[in-house]
């Protein structure tokens, strides 16, 4: 149990440090490559990068909570993948489109599982 903390820890650390920028840079990114501009965007935040977005607190102006009352409520179904993905379409971190994505939505479901399984 507390290995799985620690790395957890280690994991959200490291993601402190890279998701920012990460985040920042995908609208220079695009805008830079025409072949990328043309691409669904969904994969460029992957389900695993937009559940740690969340947690450390970047949808929280959409209404959705960080920390461990991002898991409380992931936990008591106030908060879905759905809403998260509702959160960052409106943010522009995601296109519309995944909305619509079934796939994406189960991928988000399971990383959610795995943040608040501990």
């Not at 935040?45 to 947690?55: D, H, K, T």
């Not at 209404?63 to 898991?71: D, E, R, T, W």
């Amino acid at each position: 149990m507390r290995r799985s903390i620690s790395t957890m820890l280690t994991t959200l650390l490291l993601c402190a440090a890279i998701l920012p920028a990460a985040a920042q840079s995908q609208t220079a990114l695009t805008s830079l490559n025409p072949y990328a501009a043309n691409q669904h965007r969904a994969n460029q935040i992957r389900p695993f990068n937009l559940a740690y977005l969340a947690y450390q607190g970047y949808l929280k102006d959409q209404g959705i909570p960080s920390n461990g009352a991002l898991m409380s409520a992931i936990a008591s179904g106030t908060v879905t993948a759905q809403d998260i993905i509702q959160a960052a379409v409106k943010t522009n971190r995601l296109p519309e489109q995944t909305l619509n994505d079934q796939g994406y939505r189960h991928n988000l479901e399971d990383q959610l599982q795995e943040l608040t399984a501990d």
